[in-house]
């Protein structure tokens, strides 16, 4: 009886991988033997049970058998008693399933219990007692207690042996059941006058090895007479009862009969099973024989009782008969759903047909109220897929989506086919795992954000956000400005955003007039492993304010210059003067210019248009009305608050131009000057001043000794001989200036610098000095012939000077020349003054030099 395990495996391919195997070992193993080495059986890999965690799933309550994952072995857990574990069923075996995870799968293993001898026959009762009549005929049969041995097959009981063996014989029967039934037959009469008891030893012997026994005492007492036998109607009764039916259900009713009178004839029935759970079921009433039920039969548990009989009278004679109940089946039980394996999470990304849950199904009934259907709720990605009867898994039939649901509550219902049906169901709960599958996805897919100018720096200026559908880390969102160029400065010198929130703030601050819109991307990354992102275009539009005054272009308002408009005296109401123009950088109502006329020399006579900025004479213009009219004009903006600025025009109302001129000087007297270049032509004047009084000197010097010399000489009766200096010349020869120049000198609007221009030679001979001529210098020119007056005595009015130039020597001319330059450079009324002074003197001084017939001038010249 070595623990010699045979094997039988069978693999089988539904779905995963099952495999089934299976083992046959005898009971009463010692704990820790070896049952089979799993691993190699099943041709798995030596660390599949270690890294699947793989563990033992059984139905049955007691654990016999333990898997050791790190041998791969199984080892019986704890004593196996088969008597207990199948009583008389045979084969006996452990059903269990092996469970693996990653990837789940099952197999299931079979351990077959084989019998081992180690019960004896044993009777119930140590003793039984027999009355039996002294008459009672040879053949009488007596049925004797059966022995029960709870092994099988061999180890079963095998036979009785009675002894000693004088008036009886055993006969032994076999019935259909495969029971066997023991009856004691009368061979020899007794005689209660010889013996009045007889002591008999039943011994009931197993086939087993070794072999063992169990012995019932026989005590027969011999009555007197009693002739006759009770005897049932039929050997065998049958009857039916459907399980859990009420006590005190009578299932049927025997009936035996005895021919003998009084207490010979009195028929008592009795149930003589034994060891079996017959009697806790069943009671018989002794004196009419109705069998009732006394306790609840449960199909599941027996389908059928096979219930001994006995009648006997009072006389000792017995007889016996069988009723056999069947037992019939009631829908009773509801399938049992039991849990093999199961995942409470799974990954959005898992495969298709992964288990998920794996589901065992159990019900008790049988036929039609035992066949069993699962099916799921509908709608969701999952089946049940069902691989061997009663075994059921539940696997991913399509994509799941975190997003869309996040949870299942998958509800597994199982019904059998009985009537009614019989339903139970379990609710498993799944979550979904989130992958991170899905970007940042903004709310909008373009931005607009305005600035109005002028900003603070650090201002926010909208915020931006992005949604995430995954789960957690994997959606948070940051938001990143993505590198580019505005203006060919990066767009982080202008905006910048916070990573967290997605509030974008100005960097700096703006000006509409540099820049009006700009735009930019930005990235939404999530936080997932690898992380996804997406980006938006933000445009950012800087808003106009009115922080610019408008700016007159026309009339051009320059420091040092003098703008004057001519009005015709003869001109028309409405006549056009001339016309404002301004303009704004702003823009829009902000750079909506209108014009005022705020102050004037005579209001009624003219009007500005307020859209326009034409300035119009409003009434005839008259001799009365002043030749020189001021208007100052305010171009205003629309803003809020508005900005001005003022613009003034000098209008003269005139015919002709000698009579503008008679009034310009009036319109330079508020006219600035560089001051450094007024500075330098001072500084000038004064070198050339100090060299002219040095030579003045000089030569006053040179005449003084020169006359007194000759006085002396005239005195002295001297020879006078005249000289003459070689290079002096009064001719017009060359190297030698003209008599007649005409000097226009001229400054431009623009430059503001001194332009000397010197005209075709001996045409002119008028000097025009305009020391702030503007655009009006077209005008004078145009005049030019009208002011042609040749030789007209030198006039000097209000600063304006008509020269006709004195026909004097070289050297003068050109001192002129220069004194006149510097003059018409010069504003600051003292120091022309003294230049007009000193030239004065210069005049006075050359004619007399002039004057003195004899004497000769300094030989100096001018180039
Ligand atoms: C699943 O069941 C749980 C608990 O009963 C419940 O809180 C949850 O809302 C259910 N989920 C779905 C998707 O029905
Ligand atoms: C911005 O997103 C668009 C699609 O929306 C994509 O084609 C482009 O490559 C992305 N740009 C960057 C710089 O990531």
């Given amino acids: 009886m070595k623990g010699q395990a045979r094997l039988f495996i069978s693999l089988l391919s539904l779905g995963s991988v099952i495999g089934q195997v299976s083992y046959t070992i005898p009971e009463e193993m010692a704990k820790g033997s070896l049952v089979g080495n799993i691993v190699k059986d099943l041709g798995l890999e030596s660390t599949r049970l270690t890294s699947g965690k793989a563990r033992i799933y059984t139905r049955d309550s007691d654990e016999y058998i333990e898997l050791n994952r790190e041998r791969g072995v199984l080892l019986v857990k704890q004593r196996i008693d088969r008597e207990a574990l199948c009583r008389q069923t045979t084969p006996c075996a452990l059903h269990f399933q092996i469970i693996l995870e990653n990837p789940m799968e099952f197999y299931s293993v079979t351990v077959q219990i084989t019998d081992v001898n180690d019960n004896a026959p044993t009777f119930e009762e140590r003793e039984i007692q027999f009355k039996i009549s002294e008459s009672a005929i040879t053949g009488a049969k007596f049925v004797l207690e059966r022995a029960v041995d709870l092994d099988v097959g061999l180890n079963d009981l095998q ?19 495969g029971n066997k039934h023991v009856e004691m037959v009368l061979q020899k009469p007794l005689d209660r006058e010889k013996q009045e008891q007889i002591f008999l030893v039943l011994t009931a012997v197993d086939g087993g090895e070794p072999q063992l026994s169990g012995t019932m005492l026989i005590v027969i007492t011999v009555l007197d007479a009693n002739d006759n036998a009770p ?28 021919a003998d009178h009084g207490s010979n004839g009195k028929i008592a029935y009795s149930i003589t099973n034994t060891l079996d759970d017959v009697r806790i079921f069943f009671n018989i009433n002794k004196e009419t024989g109705d069998v ?26 017995t007889d016996s008969c069988k009723l056999v109940v069947d037992v019939q089946d009631v829908n009773d039980n509801k399938p049992e759903i039991n849990i093999m394996s199961k995942s409470n999470v799974i990954s959005e990304d898992a495969k298709l047909d992964t288990v998920v849950t794996m589901i065992n199904i159990d019900d008790k009934d049988t036929g039609e109220n035992g066949k069993v259907q699962c099916f799921i709720n509908e709608n969701i990605p999952f089946t049940l897929k069902t691989t061997t009867n009663d075994f059921y898994r539940l696997v991913t039939d399509s994509e799941l989506d975190r997003e869309r649901s996040y949870e299942y509550n998958i509800t597994v219902t199982c019904s059998d086919e009985g009537v009614p049906t019989l339903s139970s169901s379990v609710t498993l709960s799944l979550h979904i795992s989130d992958v991170n599958d899905n970007a940042p996805v903004f709310e909008s897919s373009s931005y607009e954000g305005y600035i109005v100018e002028n900003n603070t720096p650090g201002l926010s200026v909208f915020t931006v956000r992005a949604r995430d559908a995954d789960w957690n880390q994997n959606a948070r969102v940051s938001y990143i400005l993505e590198d580019s160029s505005v203006n060919g400065v990066p767009v982080s010198s202008y905006v910048s955003i916070s990573a967290d929130s997605g509030v974008i703030h100005a960097v700096r601050s703006f000006d509409y007039e540099q820049i009006k819109d700009f735009h930019f991307r930005i990235k939404a990354q999530d936080g997932g492993s690898p992380p996804l992102s997406s980006n938006v275009t933000v445009k950012i539009l800087i ?7 408008p700016q007159v272009l026309y009339p051009v308002q320059t420091g040092g210059s003098l703008v004057a408009e001519m009005v015709p005296r003869s001109a028309d109401v409405g006549y056009l003067v001339t016309k404002v123009v301004a303009v704004d950088v702003d823009s829009g109502q902000n750079a909506w210019l209108s014009y005022k006329l705020q102050k004037a020399t005579d209001r009624a006579l003219f009007e500005v248009g307020l859209q326009n900025g034409e300035i119009r004479t409003i009434r005839q213009v008259t001799d009365k009305d002043a030749v020189k009219q001021r208007l100052s004009v305010i171009v205003e903006d629309n803003g809020q608050p508005s900005r001005s600025a003022t613009v003034i025009v000098n209008v003269v109302v005139a015919d002709s131009f000698p009579e503008v001129l008679s009034e310009f000087t009036d319109f330079t007297q508020d006219k600035e000057y560089n001051d450094n270049l007024t500075f330098y032509l001072v500084l000038a004047l004064a070198v050339v001043s100090f060299l002219f ?13 020169r006359w007194r010399q000759s006085r002396i000489m005239f005195h002295s009766n001297l020879p006078v001989i005249p000289y003459y200096p070689p290079r002096y010349s009064d001719t017009l020869g060359t190297g030698t200036l003209q008599h007649v120049y005409n000097y226009e000198v001229c400054r431009t609007t623009d430059s503001r610098k001194s332009d000397c221009k010197f005209g075709g030679a001996g045409s002119q001979n008028v000097l025009i000095m305009d020391p702030s001529s503007t655009g009006t210098m077209q005008r004078i020119q145009s005049e030019k012939s009208i002011l042609d007056e040749p030789d007209s005595p030198l006039e000097v009015r209000n600063g304006t000077i008509i020269i006709p130039l004195l026909r004097t020597s070289q050297s003068l001319y050109c001192m002129h020349c220069i004194y006149l330059i510097a003059l018409c450079s010069i504003s600051k009324e003292k120091v022309k003054l003294l230049l007009l002074l000193l030239l004065l003197l210069l005049l006075l001084l050359s004619l007399e030099i002039k004057l003195l017939p004899h004497v000769y001038s300094a030989p100096w010249t001018c180039n």
């Fill in 159 to 177: 036979r009785y042996e009675l002894k000693p063996t004088d008036n009886f014989a055993l006969k032994l029967y076999n019935n259909a059941d």
């Fill in 231 to 258: 005897v049932f109607t039929q050997p065998t009764y049958k009857s039916a009862v459907t399980e859990n039916s009420p006590k005190g259900t009578v299932v049927a009713t025997v009936t035996a009969s005895d």
């Fill in 292 to 317: 009732t039920l006394i306790g609840n039969i449960d199909f599941e548990e027996s389908r059928d009782f096979q219930i001994n009989i006995r009648a006997s009278d009072e006389g000792g004679l």
């Fill in 543 to 549: 808003q106009d304010q009115n922080d610019n005054p």
């Fill in 693 to 705: 009084i040095t030579c003045l000197v000089v030569i006053i010097s040179v005449k003084i000794y």
